[in-house]
């Protein structure tokens, strides 16, 4: 009887363990290459005039409901009544996951998937998207070059843009007022410095505001690039294919000491996460916050006293703001391509971008066409919305630079956001980096 | 043929005769046992195939196939992604793995971790299980409220102990109002992976405290009673009656416990990402990070082999710690 109780206990550990190999290594099926299983990339396909009857799956980062992504949706039945659509939603941290997972079960689901531009040459190396140069030929001159390129690898179309993004200075009219401060400026020669949002945000603070100042992307690499890069550093990496580790040059080094020194002195707050910082503004306890266009809506239907000014920039170094977004990616392995290209050139191409033009939220378009209805949304309407209209025009224009292009982004932005969070908490800023440096040292060892 | 010969001859031809004939009835009764026993057993060999099949199928192609496949895939390398062909490579990522110092301390910080984390839980559970079986009021309003923990998904447990840690949050609010320093829990590389520790022993203590329960329970009566009789104390009696007769059940929650730490994922994924400063990147989590976040499928699964040889190592010390004593051969009955 004994030894029965210690068998079971014996199997019940040895399945327990057997468990987590089998987690990690349940995906891990390499038998087959993607040319046996309908993944070749020189297969001939193209964009058919007639809609098939198709089911797709969509793997997306907009909520249903919060994110305004069903009324798209319903415009695609709508307009394609022959091809469904279903619909997977990830939160932002677990979509490059759940792309890995998806893609390499090779079954060809999910047919289609957001895909971060700057991780385009990372998703296409890894044989993850469908290359469409031939078959989106005809819409090239639709989008904006800087988008087209985002979405490419060298010469080739890895992903159709859907949108294109931009950072704006919101900022709390009632506590700049409160503490006597001056709103920033809307004047491209007279915009505001980072050490100017510094000495305010003391200010502020003393007078009782809860947050000085808030990066909407808080510990994201995506908002926080625009600081190094003010002061005249690289966008992380140097070298043949962008593989050698650049963040611990001085411009990184005295950007991130000023982004450590916001929290440390209880200007900014540390533990808050990028999810929870739109509510921090809206509920009124932050003065500065710098967040993108699609915080507009949240704000034209809140009760804040709220106004808009040009992103802030250091006083030795020159205007910088974040861009690029996001692209829709084919799955190589899918089994729909002419339904799912339907639908990619709907989101992105057809009436101006559909995606942009039934999606209420306030994503700046890629598709030229697109910023015509785009501008004339309902948040563009009251002073400080057409004000922010100017803004966006302004800055995708004429400071905004892309994120660093490597195959080695996955990696290159995991490891540099630990490296601001450890920053935050207050880790010095050159260890933090160099930490971050040698990780990725020896993480980008696979591309060499 | 020599006489003698002959005689010997025909004597065993006799003696097989008679052995046909049945003369020679043991001799010949043992074979047929046999083969009834052997017909008996074939019978219950197919039988415990038949009932047996359907886990040992399921054990196959679950559990040992994943692993050979972990195991072989750990002896891979090639691009990330699950999509390229990797090529076979012996250890080369079991080299790359242990020649990165930061591997090596995440492996120690994992065990420390376990080291720290497993008696605490026991020893909160063994405390708290005592508490509840003896006689108080209200004692199964305290055993419901100590097991809750367990049934809330460990995701909403995160979430919660996320931003009730927050520097801004409720914990750090009551410190402040009794006078007290405000800490930076999950925000400072000291005190981190601490703060990790807090919140799986909240979900885990009450879960592990349910199975010491019902140990304590079924230890019986008498055994307490001869204690007292003898005058043993309360200490006494726990190290010299209690103790003894949990060990069936202690070394279940101690590998279950065990098991469960050395994979924990959910709070550092939710709420510190392996950070500050590396300080909470255990093992599983970094597994999972290589193998789903960076798509290095060799790679991850080379430190999940390392992960389970661990884990291993540290579930068969215990089984030899807490091995039962061995009745002596041959001792009277």
């Known amino acids: 009887m004994k030894?029965?109780?210690r068998s079971a206990i014996a199997i019940f550990v040895v399945a327990a363990i057997f468990a987590t190999v089998g987690c990690a290594a349940a995906s891990n099926d390499v038998d087959s290459n993607p040319a046996d299983s309908g993944a070749d990339a020189t297969a001939t396909w193209s964009i058919p005039d007639a809609d098939p009857v198709a089911t797709i799956t969509l793997l997306g980062l907009p909520d249903l409901i919060d994110g305004n992504m069903q009324p798209v949706l319903d415009a695609f039945a709508e307009a394609h009544p022959n091809i469904t659509v279903v619909y997977q939603n990830v939160p932002f941290d677990a979509l490059n996951a759940a792309i890995d997972a998806g893609v390499s079960a090779k079954n060809g689901t999910p047919d289609v998937y957001w895909a971060d531009m700057p991780r385009i040459a990372a998703l296409s190396a890894r044989g993850y998207t469908t290359d469409l140069t031939k078959q989106f030929a005809s819409y090239r001159d639709a989008w904006d070059d800087a988008s087209y390129e985002g979405a490419s690898v060298g010469d080739t179309l890895q992903g159709v843009p859907i949108a294109n993004s931009s950072q704006i200075l919101y900022y709390n009219k009632d506590l700049l007022d409160s503490a006597g401060v001056d709103y920033p400026s809307n004047d491209p020669n007279s915009r505001i410095t980072w050490e100017g949002i510094k000495q305010n945000s003391k200010t502020l603070v003393a007078d009782g505001a809860k947050n000085g100042i808030v990066f909407g992307q808080v510990d994201r690499y995506y908002q926080l690039q625009a600081l190094p890069v003010s002061l005249g550093g690289s966008p992380g990496a140097t070298g043949e294919g962008n593989l050698k580790p650049d963040i611990?040059?001085?411009?990184?080094?005295?950007?991130?000491?000023?982004?450590?020194?916001?929290?440390?002195e209880g200007l900014s707050p540390r533990g808050i996460t990028p999810e929870q910082n739109d509510q921090e503004f809206l509920d009124g306890n932050t003065a500065y916050y710098v967040q993108g266009p699609w915080f507009l809506p949240a704000l034209n239907?809140?009760?804040?006293?709220?106004?808009v000014a040009l992103h802030p920039y250091f006083a030795d170094g020159v205007p910088v703001t974040a861009t690029g977004s996001w692209a829709l990616a084919m799955n190589p392995f899918s089994q729909n391509k002419e339904a799912t290209a339907i639908f990619m050139k709907w989101m992105s191409v057809d009436e101006g971008a559909g995606y942009i033009k039934y999606r209420p939220d306030a994503e700046l378009p890629a598709n030229k066409a697109g910023k015509d209805f785009y501008y004339a949304k309902d948040i563009f309407k009251s002073d400080e919305g057409g004000k922010a209209a100017k803004i966006i025009g302004f800055e995708t224009g004429n400071t905004a630079v892309n994120r660093l292009s490597t195959v080695g982004y996955v990696e290159f932005e995991s490891i540099v956001n630990r490296a601001f969070a450890d920053i935050r908490n207050g880790t010095d800023a050159r260890t933090a980096l160099e930490a971050a440096s040698t990780e990725l040292e020896t993480a980008w060892q696979t591309y060499k | 043929m020599t006489p003698k010969k002959r005689y010997k001859s025909a004597r065993v031809k006799l003696i097989r005769a008679d052995a046909q004939n049945g003369v020679y009835g043991p001799a010949v009764a043992r074979p047929r046992a046999l083969l009834r026993r052997f017909s008996r057993e074939r019978h219950d060999l197919i039988w415990a195939t038949v009932f047996l099949l359907p886990a040992m199928v399921a054990i196959l192609s679950t559990r040992v196939w994943p692993t050979v496949g972990a195991i072989s895939s750990s002896l891979h390398t090639g691009f990330p992604g699950g999509v390229r062909e990797?090529?076979?490579?012996?250890?080369?990522?079991?080299?790359?793995?242990f020649e990165n110092p930061a591997f090596i301390e995440?492996?120690?910080?994992?065990?420390?971790?376990?080291l720290v984390i497993n008696p605490l839980q026991i020893a909160i559970a063994l405390v708290v299980s005592?508490?509840?079986?003896?006689?108080?009021?209200?004692?199964?309003?305290?055993?419901?409220?100590?097991?809750i923990p367990a049934t809330v998904p460990i995701v909403g447990s995160s979430i919660a102990w996320g931003?009730?840690?927050?520097?801004?949050?409720?914990?750090?609010?009551?410190?402040?109002?009794?006078?007290?320093?405000?800490?930076?829990?999950?925000?400072?590389p000291a005190q981190a992976l601490a703060s990790i520790i807090l919140v799986a022993t909240w979900i885990g203590v009450g879960y592990w405290m349910l199975f010491l329960i019902a140990g304590i329970e079924a230890i019986p009566k008498e055994y307490y009673e001869a204690a007292k009789i003898d005058r043993a104390g309360p200490i006494r009696t726990f190290f010299s009656i209690t103790v003894p007769q949990l060990k069936r059940p202690l070394l279940f929650v101690l590998v279950a416990c065990t098991v469960a730490n050395f994979v924990l994922f959910v709070p550092i994924q939710l709420i510190t990402n392996g950070g500050p400063q590396s300080s909470t990147t255990l093992l599983m989590f970094d597994a999972y990070r290589t193998t789903f976040g960076y798509g290095s499928r060799n790679l991850g699964a080379a430190e999940v082999v390392?992960?389970?040889?661990?884990?291993?190592?540290?579930?068969?010390?215990q089984f030899f710690l807490l091995r039962e004593d061995r009745e002596p051969k041959g001792g009277p009955r």
């Open chain 1, 3 to 5: 030894s029965i109780k």
């Open chain 1, 248 to 264: 611990t040059s001085e411009p990184w080094v005295k950007s991130m000491d000023f982004y450590g020194s916001l929290f440390a």
């Open chain 1, 301 to 307: 239907s809140s009760t804040i006293n709220w106004g």
């Open chain 2, 86 to 97: 990797p090529v076979f490579s012996w250890f080369d990522n079991y080299v790359r793995l």
């Open chain 2, 106 to 114: 995440m492996i120690v910080r994992t065990i420390a971790f376990n």
């Open chain 2, 130 to 147: 005592l508490a509840m079986t003896r006689t108080i009021p209200f004692r199964g309003l305290w055993r419901t409220l100590v097991f």
């Open chain 2, 163 to 188: 931003v009730g840690l927050r520097s801004d949050g409720p914990v750090n609010a009551v410190i402040s109002a009794l006078g007290g320093t405000p800490q930076p829990f999950f925000t400072s």
């Open chain 2, 306 to 317: 390392i992960l389970t040889s661990i884990m291993l190592l540290f579930v068969a010390l």
